[in-house]
């Protein structure tokens, strides 16, 4: 008996040997020795001495204990499978040391009987220790439907519950988790049911948030919020309460939580981006921006910053929660995606400087050997196509009147589909709207015939941008040249079929959308030559020109119709020109009806602006003095 007891002796020491090496792992911060993998295999060979001799009731303590820190090591490597193996060993070395029958392997079952069959005080903390493992396995594969029965066996029979309320259930619990001294753990059970009490209200809150219960995860998040967490979880948790006020409506309440989450964690990523986002929809467009900058500075540090020398806990929230959930709880938009709308923000709020450094900046991020090179594919968030962020990275340069550097962008554009624009293409209906029986071929031809469509439109937008910026070089003659190069490529469009009822619009993507841009761009470049023509004091072309412009969108151009007024009456076509005027008065602008990209919106500086406060009053006076009303004299 005393060398059995000696050697038991000598096991619980070679137990806390063990935990002293990790402990003193976790304390230096040693990332080169992987000292996480000495002590599982460590454990494993001790286990497996333990498990060598009968189980005894005398000795149980011991044997559960080493079990524990087994488990949390094997677990720590994401190994279920072999946690759930070694647990159920476990759970039957108790039984036969208590000499209760094994009913069968199955964990729910063995649990009931080992509840039942281990009553006494001294036992309990390392029954416990297990159960807490047990809650760690099915709360990382969101068993929660096991996870309720099983804590329902240890609470006090005089605390009532409501039936099914796992929440209500952690509230009440009461673990017999004291600690021995005489034998050390990897990770102390108090720590441990903190971190799954939080984790999983935190999983439950979730839960209700895709199921858009919105005021439900409100209340659970602002519990979880007042239980003891790592800060980098706290502040998660203030972020998630924010998007619950978000989703309710109340965006004071949710920009008051995302401050929280940052006074915790500054380093968290998705507030700042809640914050944006908030921002925009309360139209403060200087805070949004603010935040958008903040946002892409701390991507940059994440995405430059060394991994991490902290060795990552046994137990730890990725772990608890799992990918998806915590795929969904730290969602942020990647650095490139954070740019672009940083870029495209500041835009259009006519920051325009600042704009077209962040265009450029982009445009540098997205060259192969890029550290930041990483092109959203996925996520819900849209991107859009590399040419597309050329064109808007050329406008925006526009805006800041850096010509050269637009002529340049554009050029990189014009070369990359120089090979790829069709002679011709003829654009029918969407197949959606065809009754044919080849649905499948009409559609993969479709998404050839949009892919061309494509190139057409980029390169006839790149041609037209060259334009303006050649326009505001005070270059006629070559912005002259360039809008009649973008034109040659827009004429190449053939639509069989001009105006078509679509009955459902999901099934034609956004076809339809690329044909009302090739509209505008149409619209917007024949405008462009017609004020070159103007400035050559080629009157007769520019009024052609604007014709045509206004031929171009069926809904008719403010801006175009206008500098119609304006040619008609430098032609002495008065009559003329006041019947246009007095149309265009009751027309809609095209510019605000159609929602064009960002590359061919109008700004005040642009070439092609007119300002028509003194053609409106000349028009004025003209009518009046023939005799007829206007509107305004009325």
């Not at 064009?596 to 003194?614: G, I, K």
Request: aromatic share 6%; glycine share 4%.
């Amino acid at each position: 008996m005393s060398v059995t007891r000696s050697l038991f002796d000598r096991w619980a020491e070679e137990n806390n040997n063990i935990i002293r090496k990790w402990k003193e792992y976790e304390k230096c911060r040693q990332p080169l020795q992987d000292t996480r993998k000495q002590c599982h295999a460590e454990l494993l060979d001790l286990q497996q001495k333990i498990q060598g001799l009968p189980a005894a009731a005398g000795q149980l303590k011991l044997d559960l204990t080493v079990s524990y820190n087994t488990l949390l090591f094997s677990l720590s490597y994401s190994k279920p499978d072999e946690g759930k193996r070694l647990l159920t060993d476990s759970l039957i070395r108790v039984l036969e040391a208590v000499g209760a029958e094994v009913p069968s392997t199955d964990l729910a079952t063995l649990w009931q009987v080992v509840l039942k069959a281990v009553g006494g005080a001294e036992h309990q903390p390392s029954i416990h220790q297990l159960l807490l493992v047990q809650w760690v396995i099915w709360l990382s594969e969101s068993q929660f439907e096991e996870i309720l029965p099983l804590l329902q066996q240890i609470k006090p029979k005089k605390k009532i519950t409501p039936p099914g309320d796992l929440l209500a259930e952690i509230r009440n619990l009461t673990f017999a988790i004291q600690e021995d001294a005489s034998l050390l753990v990897a990770m102390a059970a108090k720590d441990l049911k903190d971190l799954l009490h939080i984790c999983t209200f935190i999983s439950k809150g979730v839960e209700q948030l895709k199921k858009e219960n919105y005021t439900d995860a409100l209340l659970v998040f602002q519990e979880a919020a007042t239980l003891s967490s790592p800060r980098a979880l706290l502040a998660h948790i203030y972020t998630l309460t924010g998007l619950s006020f978000s989703k309710l409506g109340r965006p004071q309440s949710a920009l008051h939580c995302n401050r929280k989450a940052l006074e915790v964690d500054f380093s968290c990523q998705r507030a700042l981006y809640q914050s944006s986002l908030v921002y925009r929809q309360l139209g403060n467009s200087q805070a949004e921006i603010e935040a958008l900058h903040l946002l892409h500075s701390a991507a940059l540090l994440h995405t430059e910053k060394e991994p991490s020398s902290t060795p990552a806990p046994l137990v730890s929230p990725d772990m608890l929660l799992g990918k998806e959930r915590m795929a969904f709880i730290s969602q942020t938009p990647s650095t490139v995606f954070i740019l672009h709308t940083l870029a495209q923000r500041c835009v259009l709020n006519h920051r325009n400087s600042e704009g077209a450094e962040c265009y450029l900046d982009l445009l540098a991020s997205l060259q192969p050997g890029s550290r930041q090179h990483q092109i959203p594919t996925s996520g819900g968030l849209p991107f859009p196509r590399i040419p597309e962020i050329y064109l808007e990275a050329a406008f925006a340069v526009l805006k800041a009147r850096r010509s050269w550097d637009a002529v340049a962008i554009c050029d990189e554009v014009i070369a990359k589909t120089l090979d790829l624009v069709p002679e011709r293409l003829q654009l029918h209906p969407p197949a959606a709207q065809q009754q044919s029986a080849g649905h499948i071929e009409l559609s993969l031809e479709s998404e050839t015939i949009e892919e061309k469509l494509d190139y057409v439109l980029w390169s006839g937008a790149a041609y037209f941008l060259q334009g303006h910026a050649y326009l505001q070089l005070k270059d006629t003659k070559e912005a002259l040249s360039t809008f009649t190069r973008a034109i040659n490529q827009l004429v190449k469009v053939c639509i069989k079929q001009k105006h078509w009822t679509v009955n459902n619009p999901a099934e034609t993507g956004d076809f339809q959308t690329k044909v009302m841009t090739l509209d505008a761009l149409k619209e917007r470049t024949l405008a462009g030559r017609g004020v070159c023509f103007l400035e050559r004091g080629q009157l007769k072309e520019a009024l052609r020109d604007f014709q045509l412009s206004c031929q171009a969108s069926p809904a008719g151009c403010r801006n175009a119709e206008m500098w119609l007024v304006e040619i008609l009456w430098r032609l002495d076509r008065k009559d003329e020109a006041a019947a246009v005027w007095k149309q265009a008065q009751k027309s809609t602008d095209s510019s605000t009806a159609v929602d064009v990209p960002l590359y061919l919106q109008t700004w005040r500086e642009d070439a092609t602006h007119l300002d028509c406060s003194s053609l409106n009053q000349k028009m004025e006076e003209f009518i009046h003095s023939c005799g007829v009303k206007t509107d305004k004299t009325r």
